[in-house]
């Protein structure tokens, strides 16, 4: 019986994870992110399904990242009703971000509708709280290492720790006779908080991310760096923004900062943290001790040390605050949240310093600045840019060329059909070079809304 993989997203670029796996007998969806980045892109948040959602028989996640969950709700709301299954962590951070991002998109439809800054006459929400409650129900907890049968007859997948976010898994599954391997997010070999990535002994058919798939991390001194940058904003009198995910990067960015405080490397200033969703996200650290390797004393320390900014009311306060200052906010590629708060007042200061941290994505504003934008639109205006840019991928939750090689050395057999997603083509070609020239191996790189059989 054949068996069919269908590239919803991902392919060709770096969001909106989405592949279709299905045969005669039924169709499991791995991942169900949300595209962000280019507006062409982002269109697609709102294209039809190819097929009814409800056809679908269950719904299999790598991790919690909003571009691998983050159109469930919109799944469900179409008519999806089988199991979305993830580890623990995993489930609890997906509830964590499609409840924000749910929130976010009602509170910018308000907004763009008040203000008048939409092309729609009546802005509409992706989805809503509502299609998010509705979606829970629906979660699936799973214990890692062990095959577990799917809604679809001899199916099975397999959950192996990758290292890339709390609760982060590669997935085995066994289709047919048929070993697919869904790399997921792959991690970093020497992370602050999470042990290295586990790696897969064999596949027959590969989706091997390619985020990274052209470079190679620099070997930077975060500290020293940090400590620098926080130097220099103490001598100006100035802000520094890093804006950051709310998973794994903003509890990396605590516990450096809380280093450099404990070994006396920075003054005593302000630091600011204004990321609900990263602070609830920082509470699963302390439910799930078993998955990152923070230890508990500076799990309470890091909660003790920094100004957690909760209420959007503290946001101004912390804006109006005059003393030098760190504020940690999300998001990490500027395409929404509270750090756009910050950089609508602040951006257009000499004396504000941006540190973006890690990948950028094509066409957010994150990766404007560091393509040398004069401006930003937020909130409908456009803002001059005076400030400092700085950009580091030290920090970064996804391997880079050689941690790629390296998991996919762990392989006993050389997989018939390697396929590179999660990429933009300038990286992913790379990496297809790469793994010729060092292993022989003939990858290619699918289209958006392919299908293969095998």
């Given at each position: 019986?054949?068996?069919?993989?269908?590239?919803?997203?991902?392919?060709?670029?770096?969001?909106?994870?989405?592949?279709?796996?299905?045969?005669?007998?039924?169709?499991?969806?791995?991942?169900?992110?949300?595209?962000?980045?280019?507006?062409?892109?982002?269109?697609?948040?709102?294209?039809?399904?190819?097929?009814?959602?409800?056809?679908?028989?269950?719904?299999?996640?790598?991790?919690?990242?909003?571009?691998?969950?983050?159109?469930?709700?919109?799944?469900?709301?179409?008519?999806?009703?089988?199991?979305?299954?993830?580890?623990?962590?995993?489930?609890?951070?997906?509830?964590?971000?499609?409840?924000?991002?749910?929130?976010?998109?009602?509170?910018?439809?308000?907004?763009?509708?008040?203000?008048?800054?939409?092309?729609h006459a009546k802005p509409e929400p992706l989805y809503s709280l509502e299609d998010v409650a509705n979606t829970l129900p629906l979660f699936s907890s799973v214990e890692t290492g062990?095959?577990?049968?799917?809604?679809?007859?001899?199916?099975?997948?397999?959950?192996?720790?990758?290292?890339?976010?709390?609760?982060?898994?590669?997935?085995?599954?066994?289709?047919?006779?048929?070993?697919?391997?869904?790399?997921?997010?792959?991690?970093?070999?020497e992370d602050l908080l999470l042990p290295p990535p586990g790696r897969p002994r064999r596949a027959d058919v590969l989706l091997l991310e390619s985020t990274y798939g052209n470079r190679?991390?620099?070997?930077?001194?975060?500290?020293?760096?940090?400590?620098?940058?926080?130097?220099?904003?103490?001598?100006?009198?100035?802000?520094?923004?890093?804006?950051?995910?709310?998973?794994?990067?903003?509890?990396?960015?605590?516990?450096?900062?809380?280093?450099?405080?404990?070994?006396?490397?920075?003054?005593?200033?302000?630091?600011?943290?204004?990321?609900?969703?990263?602070?609830?996200?920082?509470?699963?650290?302390?439910?799930?001790?078993?998955?990152?390797?923070?230890?508990?004393?500076?799990?309470?320390?890091m909660k003790r040390e920094f100004l957690i900014v909760s209420d959007y009311s503290e946001t101004w306060k912390a804006i109006d605050d005059p003393r030098p200052k760190v504020v940690?906010?999300?998001?990490?590629?500027?395409?929404?949240?509270?750090?756009?708060?910050?950089?609508?007042?602040?951006?257009?200061?000499?004396?504000?310093?941006?540190?973006?941290?890690?990948?950028?994505?094509?066409?957010?504003?994150?990766?404007?600045?560091?393509?040398?934008?004069?401006?930003?639109?937020?909130?409908?205006?456009?803002?001059?840019?005076?400030?400092?840019?700085?950009?580091?991928?030290?920090?970064?939750?996804?391997?880079?060329?050689?941690?790629?090689?390296?998991?996919?050395?762990?392989?006993?057999?050389?997989?018939?059909?390697?396929?590179?997603?999660?990429?933009?083509?300038?990286?992913?070609?790379?990496?297809?070079?790469?793994?010729?020239?060092?292993?022989?191996?003939?990858?290619?790189?699918?289209?958006?809304?392919?299908?293969?059989?095998?």
């Open positions: 019986m054949k068996t069919e993989l269908r590239f919803w997203g991902a392919a060709g670029c770096v969001t909106g994870s989405k592949y279709l796996i299905s045969n005669q007998q039924g169709r499991i969806l791995v991942d169900c992110g949300l595209f962000q980045g280019l507006k062409s892109l982002r269109a697609l948040n709102r294209a039809s399904w190819e097929i009814p959602p409800a056809d679908i028989a269950a719904v299999v996640l790598t991790h919690g990242h909003l571009d691998h969950v983050g159109l469930l709700p919109r799944l469900v709301r179409e008519g999806f009703r089988g199991k979305i299954y993830g580890t623990r962590p995993t489930l609890a951070i997906a509830r964590i971000i499609l409840e924000d991002s749910a929130k976010i998109q009602m509170e910018e439809a308000e907004k763009a509708l008040k203000e008048g800054y939409s092309r062990e095959w577990i049968a799917l809604p679809v007859p001899g199916w099975r997948v397999r959950y192996t720790p990758n290292g890339h976010i709390l609760g982060s898994c590669f997935i085995e599954m066994d289709a047919g006779g048929t070993r697919v391997v869904f790399s997921g997010d792959i991690g970093r070999r190679l991390h620099p070997d930077l001194d975060m500290e020293a760096e940090l400590a620098a940058q926080i130097k220099g904003t103490i001598t100006d009198r100035g802000t520094c923004i890093i804006p950051s995910f709310a998973v794994e990067r903003l509890q990396a960015i605590m516990l450096i900062l809380l280093k450099l405080r404990q070994r006396n490397r920075i003054p005593r200033l302000p630091v600011y943290i204004d990321s609900p969703m990263g602070t609830n996200v920082f509470e699963l650290f302390g439910r799930f001790p078993n998955w990152h390797k923070l230890s508990r004393s500076d799990f309470q320390e940690v906010a999300g998001s990490g590629m500027l395409s929404g949240g509270r750090v756009l708060t910050y950089l609508a007042q602040l951006l257009d200061r000499e004396e504000t310093r941006i540190l973006l941290m890690g990948y950028q994505a094509e066409s957010t504003r994150g990766r404007n600045l560091l393509e040398g934008a004069r401006e930003l639109k937020i909130f409908g205006k456009y803002i001059r840019v005076a400030a400092g840019i700085h950009h580091y991928e030290s920090l970064s939750a996804h391997a880079d060329q050689e941690e790629i090689l390296w998991w996919t050395a762990g392989m006993e057999n050389q997989p018939g059909h390697i396929f590179l997603v999660h990429g933009e083509p300038t990286a992913a070609d790379a990496l297809r070079v790469k793994l010729f020239a060092e292993r022989g191996w003939v990858a290619r790189i699918p289209n958006l809304g392919e299908s293969v059989r095998f």
